[in-house]
């Protein structure tokens, strides 16, 4: 077995009892580990490992309140992949930042709609805080030298994207990165103009020398693509598949 001990996030190897046999650096900096996955997780929450992380389940994907290490009540994106009647686990972080955000950008539209005079006044506040909801529903995260995760959030529009685009597009020029994942597996909606964006970001990472591989594009996402090469990318049927050649790579 490979041990995913390097692995830079939060990874989880367990039994099908839900006995945890490894787990990453990355897990360890969050987490008071203990010999049980349960232990990690809020008492309200324990239900939703005993239904959702089952060997039938191959693959599932949910929300998870799990306690760590500087908040009692944290909210992570659960990624399992189930290996015979073995499990592997990738927890990202839903960062607060965001829902923060979104609560205050829904009280100045609620504002904004009072009076003409204060919708002139907050335009530049509200704006700033679209950009940043925007930026942070596709973060960057560095796997290794060589290569990146993006994980995506919520629905895709075109402006959305065009304020994402500029973060990564920087993020890809600070480093030497070979391929770049996009995570669809927290994705809703992609509007038309959004999937001609998407193509457009695709085509700027690959002239930049970067290979782009897609993670989780479900068949109703697919549909509206057309045959005009908006994707023109791999794509992988999990994260834990992205990972597993992280893991392959890395170790060579």
Known sequence: MVSGKF???PYFFISSDWKILDYSRAASSIFLIGDDFNSLVDEGNRQKVSQYIQPHLSEIHFELNMKTKHDPL??????VQWEADRAHIICVEKTKE???LASQLMKLRSRLSETDFE??????ELEDAINRIYKLSGPFIPLYKESGLIPLFGDLQADKLEVMEANI????DEGEYEQVFFDFHGVGEITIAGKEKLGQLFESIQLMGTKTIIVGLSPSQVQGFGSKGTLQADTMGSLQQAISMYVKKAEL
Request: net charge positive; charged share 30%; hydrophobic share 55%.
């Open 7 to 9: 692995l830079p996030l």
């Open 74 to 79: 944290a909210v992570f994106k659960i990624s």
């Open 98 to 100: 965001v829902d923060q």
């Open 119 to 124: 919708l002139l006044e907050k335009k530049e």
């Open 169 to 172: 597009l920087a993020k890809i």
